[in-house]
């Protein structure tokens, strides 16, 4: 990300700085030991204050390990809303890079959270709301990708109507693509989006005095809870490259050919052992004799999921929009019979989706196992049906 600023910073690094005769707390929020990113946030009061250590409690994850290796498509359109921005979130598969889950929240946040071992990745399928943070306040629509990094104390605050989110975590850094960036950290100009696209917050709350909150950290693969006697959005000022975004999956512009492009054309951004990309509707390969649909392809080394978001997904049959088609590696996958035929002469697609490849196996859990569609895995076959849900978006 760029260098962004918000509210009041001293002129240099690490001399005093005060507010009405305070002395202000001066906070290093940075990757890789003081040699990556980093932001420098000024608070009122120290972030190390607790008034009570509360509860910690472990993350269970409930795996489903599957009697057979195939294609899978999991349905999420059926689940209801639950729970909160964190702990609605229901998680479908992960592996040690990453995790996916979807969320329903059915209210906003009651407690502070801040991720202390990952970064966080949200689609919005729907919804809107503002997160509110220690780097100011975040507004969100729909479609957009919310960046969340690590150490970002946070709550949401949900508008009225449903809200649907495809959720990543990883204990990587998110980032944009390595290719897309010039040495020195800017978008290039063949990137498929420009610093312009990226939303940082833009209005810094200070909340000053005593109060009673409650503060939920993600540590050590579980959720400590600290009880707080001040309001912990507490920041005067801040500066640096570090701090939450978003960016709107229709500020992608997609990179087309005269014959298809391949899946990377439409990475979005990068993690370790991991990719998320976005497709968009788009004008299709202009080649008189072009395929204007992928190739067969041997995931040999990947895991390639796909949550299909509005439109109809060209390459597939039978997907309903919200559902989640999981090709994992060591198999070939393309588009089913008769979809090639049709799409021959197409000159546009409507399609939207999120896809995520990862490169080491991913674990599914019990939930996947509810969701699952064993249809989907004889899809292929001539004249074989289309899962029971069509496309209505
Ligand atoms: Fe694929």
Same mark, same amino acid.
Request: charged residues 25%; hydrophobic residues 35%.
């Given at each position: 990300?760029?260098?962004?600023?918000?509210?009041?910073?001293?002129?240099?690094?690490? !001399?005093? &700085?005060?507010?009405? +005769?305070?002395?202000?707390? /001066?906070? %290093?929020? $940075?990757?890789?030991? *003081?040699?990556?990113?980093?932001?420098?946030?000024?608070?009122?009061?120290?972030?190390?204050?607790?008034?009570?250590?509360?509860?910690?409690?472990?993350?269970?994850?409930?795996?489903?390990?599957?009697?057979?290796?195939?294609?899978?498509?999991?349905?999420?359109?059926?689940?209801?809303?639950?729970?909160?921005?964190?702990?609605?979130?229901?998680?479908?598969?992960?592996?040690?890079?990453?995790?996916?889950?979807?969320?329903?929240?059915?209210?906003?946040?009651?407690?502070?959270?801040?991720?202390?071992?990952?970064?966080? !990745?949200? &689609?919005?399928?729907? +919804?809107?709301?503002?997160? /509110?943070? %220690?780097? $100011?306040?975040?507004? *969100?629509?729909?479609?957009?990708?919310?960046?969340?990094?690590?150490?970002?104390?946070?709550?949401?605050?949900?508008?009225?109507?449903?809200?649907?989110?495809?959720?990543?975590?990883?204990?990587?850094?998110?980032?944009?693509?390595?290719?897309?960036?010039?040495?020195?950290?800017?978008?290039?100009?063949?990137?498929?989006?420009?610093?312009?696209?990226?939303?940082?917050?833009?209005?810094?709350?200070?909340?000053?005095?005593?109060?009673?909150?409650?503060?939920?950290?993600?540590?050590?693969?579980?959720?400590?809870?600290?009880?707080?006697?001040?309001?912990?959005?507490?920041?005067?000022?801040?500066?640096?490259?570090?701090?939450?975004?978003?960016?709107?999956?229709?500020?992608?512009?997609?990179?087309?050919?005269?014959?298809?492009?391949?899946?990377?054309?439409?990475?979005?951004?990068?993690?370790?052992?991991?990719?998320?990309?976005?497709?968009?509707?788009?004008?299709?390969?202009?080649?008189?004799?072009?395929?204007?649909?992928?190739?067969?392809?041997?995931?040999?080394?990947?895991?390639?999921?796909?949550?299909?978001?509005?439109?109809?997904?060209?390459?597939?049959?039978?997907?309903?929009?919200?559902?989640?088609?999981?090709?994992?590696?060591?198999?070939?996958?393309?588009?089913?019979?008769?979809?090639?035929?049709?799409?021959?002469?197409?000159?546009?697609?409507?399609?939207?989706?999120?896809?995520?490849?990862?490169?080491?196996?991913?674990?599914?859990?019990?939930?996947?196992?509810?969701?699952?569609?064993?249809?989907?895995?004889?899809?292929?076959?001539?004249?074989?049906?289309?899962?029971?849900?069509?496309?209505?978006?």
């Amino acid at each position: 990300m760029r260098y962004h600023r918000l509210g009041e910073v001293p002129a240099k690094r690490h !001399v005093q &700085f005060r507010r009405d +005769g305070r002395l202000l707390v /001066e906070e %290093v929020m $940075g990757y890789e030991g *003081f040699s990556g990113n980093e932001s420098i946030l000024y608070h009122l009061v120290s972030p190390c204050r607790v008034a009570e250590v509360l509860e910690f409690t472990p993350i269970a994850r409930e795996e489903w390990v599957p009697d057979a290796h195939v294609h899978r498509l999991t349905q999420t359109g059926p689940l209801e809303p639950e729970g909160d921005p964190v702990h609605g979130r229901r998680l479908l598969m992960w592996n040690g890079d990453v995790e996916i889950s979807v969320c329903k929240p059915a209210q906003g946040s009651d407690v502070f959270f801040r991720d202390g071992e990952g970064d966080e !990745v949200l &689609f919005v399928k729907e +919804g809107s709301g503002v997160l /509110e943070t %220690v780097f $100011g306040t975040l507004p *969100f629509r729909r479609h957009d990708y919310v960046v969340i990094p690590r150490g970002t104390t946070h709550r949401f605050r949900l508008d009225d109507g449903p809200q649907t989110w495809l959720c990543f975590q990883t204990p990587g850094e998110i980032e944009t693509p390595n290719r897309y960036r010039n040495r020195y950290g800017q978008l290039n100009e063949g990137a498929p989006f420009s610093q312009r696209d990226f939303h940082a917050p833009e209005e810094l709350v200070t909340h000053d005095g005593p109060g009673e909150h409650v503060l939920e950290v993600r540590v050590r693969d579980g959720y400590q809870r600290f009880l707080l006697d001040y309001h912990p959005l507490d920041v005067v000022g801040w500066d640096g490259y570090v701090y939450p975004y978003t960016f709107n999956i229709h500020d992608f512009e997609p990179i087309t050919g005269r014959v298809h492009q391949p899946p990377p054309v439409h990475q979005t951004f990068q993690g370790p052992g991991f990719v998320i990309c976005s497709f968009c509707p788009r004008e299709l390969d202009y080649d008189p004799m072009a395929v204007p649909l992928p190739y067969h392809h041997s995931n040999l080394q990947s895991e390639e999921m796909i949550y299909y978001v509005a439109g109809e997904f060209g390459s597939r049959k039978g997907v309903a929009l919200e559902s989640i088609t999981l090709h994992p590696s060591g198999l070939p996958h393309g588009p089913q019979p008769g979809l090639v035929e049709r799409a021959l002469g197409a000159r546009r697609t409507e399609e939207l989706a999120v896809m995520c490849d990862t490169f080491r196996p991913l674990r599914l859990s019990t939930l996947a196992r509810d969701l699952d569609d064993r249809a989907y895995a004889l899809s292929w076959r001539e004249g074989a049906p289309a899962s029971e849900t069509v496309v209505t978006g």
